[in-house]
């Protein structure tokens, strides 16, 4: 007889691969067969005819005594159920190596029942079951399963699901998916258990969800569908196992919109369409609106403009470089290009006088800044704005030790998304950003650089052109190339004797300042 080996333990989360290839069958609170898989089939080779009904010690040799298998049960049900490394018996008569995990499910009216899910060590890692399944496994992430009839109605849970929704399994017991959290996701959710049910192929489904009650956070899950069938091969119900994987989707979708960032951010010296290019990429795969307002220096290539609040604060002018929303009629009353006053006592206020980010998860909820400001207030209540980030744009140059020079603020808010922002969403908007920062930099610095190269040459130029009684003269300077801006580029008109005139056109090699000054 095979024994079961050491690496047992009682009432844990599952751990390695266990759910790779699983095979899941289900019993009752007596140890006899309920309902069978086909994945259990192709494990063991009995088919459901010849399992269901009958004791589970028909597979699992260690367990064959009536008292070893009334030990087992009890010590399952006192632990919460059992996990470990054991043999089970092929129809052909051979052991196969697994790893098991047995779980309790509760049903109405106080009866238990329990959930084997069984995996092939020898087996390749793959299958229906896999990817975030068993990296929760692994992590030791509580894994919720529901078993449910032909009608989808739930008939028993484990208390692990609880933990995903909130919803405590007397309020889960005897209904479906959509009496519970009705909605697009919950319908889905069903769509797919009945294929499994028609087809008898077990299926994996993402979906999203979020309660209103103690839930900020939008939750996803991966769930993993498995047909249950009765003692004549028909399907019995559906036995869903499912996985809480929000952190894992929002690590992939942060990474995914850091990588358009790379591509999308910052492809000419364009400060405002730069600034538009950070808005676009924002929403909305972030935000709902965004908006990008740069000091006006570094649209221009000027000095900096300051402007006084009612506090006294020395505030930088800002314009606004980028504007998106999802909304065909932007939340904002001021366009791109326009000056955008600051609220007294608002964020962007805030963020131009410190520097440092302002993350406001819930707008509204108490006496706040927007009482201050009763039309923006409206006009947030009116469009829906629940949440609110404010970021600055800091360039690279040190203005004095510790604070960088400021070229802006990018706002970013929710409205038809319910989820509020949070910390990690204020670091993902930091970073977003500072990679804009980098072009909106680059791109000042090279408007800057024009400006005094434009200057410098119109300085040098000829302001007056004197062709005397001659001709007749006017000039008008363009650069040949946009994206180089001005060059070294000259000419002049010189009056010469018997009513003559010179006309004069030269070039200096290069742009900029040096070929300005070369030209002079």
Sequence with gaps: MTTVSSSITFGSRTSTSELSDAAFALFDERGATVAWTQA???????????????????????????GAMSAFVEECRARNGWSGVTAVRHRDGHMVDVSMRISMLRG????????????????????????????????????????????????????????????????????????????????????????VLQSGTAKVHEYRMRLAAGLLREQTFEVSFHCLQGADG?????????????????????????????????????????????ADLAVPLFADFAAVDLEQSVLFGEGSSIQSDVAGRRLPVLRRAGLASIRHGAESPWGRGEP?????????????????????????????????????AQSLRMHGVHSLIVVPILARRVLVPGRRALLGVVVFTRGENPVPFQEIDLLLAEELVGRAAQSLDNARRFARE?????????????????????????????????????????????????????????????????????MG
Excluded at 493 to 510: C, E, F, Q, T, Y
Aim: aromatic share 2%.
């Design 40 to 66: 259990a089939e192709r494990l063991v080779g009995y088919s459901a005819g010849e399992v269901v009904g009958r004791s589970a010690a028909l597979v699992l040799p260690p367990f064959a005594e009536a």
């Design 450 to 518: 024009q400006t005094t190269a434009l200057a410098l040459q119109r300085s040098l130029l000829p302001r007056r052109l004197r062709g005397g009684a001659a001709v007749e003269t006017a000039s008008r300077y363009l650069p040949a190339d946009i994206d180089n801006g001005v060059g070294g580029d000259w000419f002049d008109v010189i009056p010469l004797s018997g009513a003559r005139v010179a006309l004069v056109v030269g070039d200096v090699v290069g742009h900029g300042i040096n070929a300005a000054a070369a």
């Design 108 to 195: 109405r009216g106080g009866t238990v029942q329990w959930l084997a899910s069984v995996s092939d060590m020898g087996a390749p890692p793959g299958g229906a079951v896999n990817g975030a399944v068993r990296g929760a496994l692994l992590t030791s992430a509580p894994v919720g399963i529901s078993v449910r009839d032909l009608q989808l109605r739930s008939v028993a849970v484990n208390d692990a699901l609880e933990t995903h929704d909130g919803i405590h399994h007397d309020a889960r017991l005897g209904r479906r998916i959509s009496d519970v959290l009705p909605g697009a996701e919950a319908e889905a959710v069903e769509a797919v258990m009945r294929q």
């Design 234 to 278: 028909l399907p019995l119900g559906t036995c869903m196992i499912s996985v809480n994987v929000a952190d894992r989707r929002q690590e992939r979708e942060r990474l995914g919109l850091l990588g358009q960032a790379g591509t999308r951010l910052g492809r000419t010296l364009d400060v405002t369409q730069t600034g538009q290019e950070l």
């Design 340 to 376: 955008v006053p600051q609220p007294v006592d608002g964020p962007t206020a805030e963020v131009l006088g410190t520097g440092k980010s302002r993350l406001e998860p819930v707008l509204d909820t108490a006496a706040t800044w927007l009482d201050k400001n009763p039309a923006l």
